[in-house]
C-alpha cells in the first residue's frame, strides 16, 4: 500500500495525503521519498500551482517512525535517503501549504516549518517531544523551530517535550490560523484556491524572496530583491491590464 495517496481535487491544485493511520502518520523513509517524489512531479507540473500537504483526523504525523531506528549505531536522521526527502521538500519552489490535525510531532512538527502556510484544526497539537527518548529534533527542527517561534519558547518545547494546541500554535507563529477540525483541509483547499488565482511566477518569486530572510544578511537580501524588481512577464502585463480594465486577470504563468 502507497504510504501516500495524491489527488487534484481543483484545477493547479495538489493534495497529498499520508495514508499510514495505523503508525499515526509515522515518517518512515518509505512516506518520506514518495512525499518527496510527489513534490518533484508537481515541481515540473505546470498544472499544478499550490500543494496541500494533510494527513486524517488523528494525526498530521506522528514524527519518526522509532521502528526504523537502526541498530548500526547511526542515527535514523543520517540516512542518505532522509536526507535527501527533507531537501527536496525544502527546496519545493510552489507555495506547500499543511492541514494539520490531531499529532504534528517531532517531525511532523518540523515538517510543518517547511510549509509556507499552516491551517490548523482545533484539535491539533504540536510538540517536539524527542527528548523524552534521549534525542533531539534532527531533521532540522533545532535551527527552524527557534526562527518561527524564538529561543525561549523553542528550548522550553525541545527541553520538556510538551505539546501545545492549535490556539498557542497560531499565537506562538507555527499555524496560520485555527479552524474547526472538520473544515481544516476545506479550508487549506480554499486558500490554495485563492493562491492558485494569482500569477504563479509571482508567487514563486514571493516565496524565493521571503525566504531569502533565512538564508542571506539583510542588505544581501535586500539587494537581490531590488534586481528582482527589474522583472517582466507577460502575467505583471496581464495584472496591469486587468486593474486598469477594472476586471479579474488571468494569469498563464508567462
Known sequence: MSAVTITT???????????????????????????????????????????????DDRAFSAGADIKEMPDNGIPMWGQADRLKAWKTIERFPKPL???????????GCELTTLCDIVVAGDNARFGLPEVRIGAFPGDGGTQRVPRVIGKSRAMWMMMTGNTIDA??????????????????????????????????????????????????????????????????????????AAFTEKRKPNFKGR
Not at 499543511?98 to 499529532?103: L, P, R, S, T, Y
Not at 487549506?188 to 514571493?206: D, F, G, N, T, Y
Open 9 to 55: 481535487p481543483a484545477p493547479f491544485i495538489r493534495l497529498i495525503r499520508f495514508n499510514r493511520p495505523e503508525a499515526r502518520n509515522a515518517l518512515n523513509r518509505a512516506l518520506l521519498r514518495e512525499t518527496a517524489a510527489a513534490l518533484e512531479e508537481a515541481r515540473g507540473d505546470d498544472e499544478v500551482r499550490v500543494v496541500v500537504l494533510t494527513g
Open 97 to 107: 501549504i499543511a492541514a494539520v490535525n490531531g499529532f504534528a510531532l517531532g517531525g
Open 167 to 240: 490556539a498557542k500554535a497560531c499565537d506562538w507563529g507555527l499555524a496560520t490560523e485555527t479552524v474547526p477540525a472538520d473544515q481544516t483541509v476545506d479550508r487549506a483547499l480554499e486558500i490554495a484556491r485563492e493562491i492558485a488565482e494569482m500569477s504563479p511566477l509571482a508567487v514563486a518569486m514571493i516565496k524565493e524572496e521571503v525566504l531569502m530572510t533565512y538564508q542571506k544578511p539583510l542588505d544581501e537580501s535586500l539587494s537581490l530583491e531590488r534586481k528582482l524588481l527589474l522583472w517582466q512577464t507577460e502575467d505583471h502585463d496581464e495584472g496591469i
